[in-house]
């Protein structure tokens, strides 16, 4: 079975500043998909950002960029120039190819951002 | 796009009652979809996998008798809490897949539906 690990349960960053949230993964497939949701106060789970496991380039959505090493099991991302509307918990999830299988997700990271 | 709707978005009940959660994706058919499960400052725990004209795949450990799905449309689908008790108090979150058999879509979630049992 697949496991995701986010070994920060909090993390605080400067309004601009930039700050990264780790990923962890642990899968025996050569082929998937990650994933980092956001989730603010509202609890609405919003995507931000995917990656194909069969790619290497790494995934960028405006000012959200992932550090995916593949071989390493790490799936990181990159929050640049900090909003307020960042505020929020992420987490990180797996799911495997080959027609549709279930998400697998972290245990999360709380973002806070400081004005 | 892809647009689910989850109703209601809070219930309180006295212990004992039965609840139900509805899941509606609006502007596409989804064959499939999701119903997670969030204790306060935790993720999410998928509980089962409703499709579209028939039975439900549970996970371990969700009673199947405790949490009826039922996913009778392609637009629409239930989740029931029967005979509800404060430990089923939680955060509930459904999601939907475009077209499921396409692995790189991601699931598109409602906005959840605390339960409160009193």
């Known amino acids: 079975a697949q496991t995701v690990t986010q070994s920060q349960p909090e993390m605080s960053v400067q309004e601009a500043e930039t700050v990264t949230l780790s990923c962890t993964y642990d899968?025996?497939?050569?082929?998937?998909?990650l994933f980092w949701y956001k989730q603010p106060p509202s609890r609405q789970m919003i995507l931000v950002i995917r990656?194909?496991?069969?790619?290497?380039q790494n995934a960028t959505e405006n000012r959200f960029s992932v550090n995916f090493q593949k071989a390493a099991k790490s799936f990181s991302l990159k929050i640049s120039d900090s909003q307020l509307g960042d505020a929020a918990m992420y987490f990180c999830?797996?799911?495997?190819?080959?027609?549709?299988?279930?998400?697998?997700f972290g245990t999360g990271t709380k973002l806070q951002v400081i004005p | 796009g892809a647009v689910v709707s989850q109703h209601p978005s809070w219930v309180i009940c006295k212990s004992g009652t039965s609840v139900k959660i509805e899941c509606r994706s609006l502007?596409?058919?989804?064959?499939?979809m999701f119903w997670y499960r969030q204790f306060p400052k935790q993720s999410l725990m998928l509980m089962a996998t409703?499709?579209?004209?028939?039975?439900?795949?549970?996970e371990q450990g969700v009673e199947k008798d405790k949490f009826l799905i039922n996913h009778a449309s392609l637009t629409l689908s239930t989740l029931t809490v029967t005979s509800a008790h404060p430990e089923d108090s939680s955060f509930y979150i459904c999601?939907?897949?475009?077209?499921?058999?396409?692995?790189?879509?991601?699931?598109?979630f409602g906005d959840g539906t605390r339960l409160s049992i009193l």
């Open positions: 999601s939907a897949v475009v077209e499921p058999g396409l692995s790189n879509q991601p699931q598109h």
């Open positions: 899968t025996s497939e050569s082929d998937y998909y």
């Open positions: 990656q194909e496991a069969y790619k290497q």
């Open positions: 999830a797996y799911r495997s190819s080959g027609g549709y299988q279930k998400v697998t």
């Open positions: 502007d596409f058919q989804a064959t499939t």
């Open positions: 409703s499709n579209e004209g028939s039975k439900a795949t549970y």
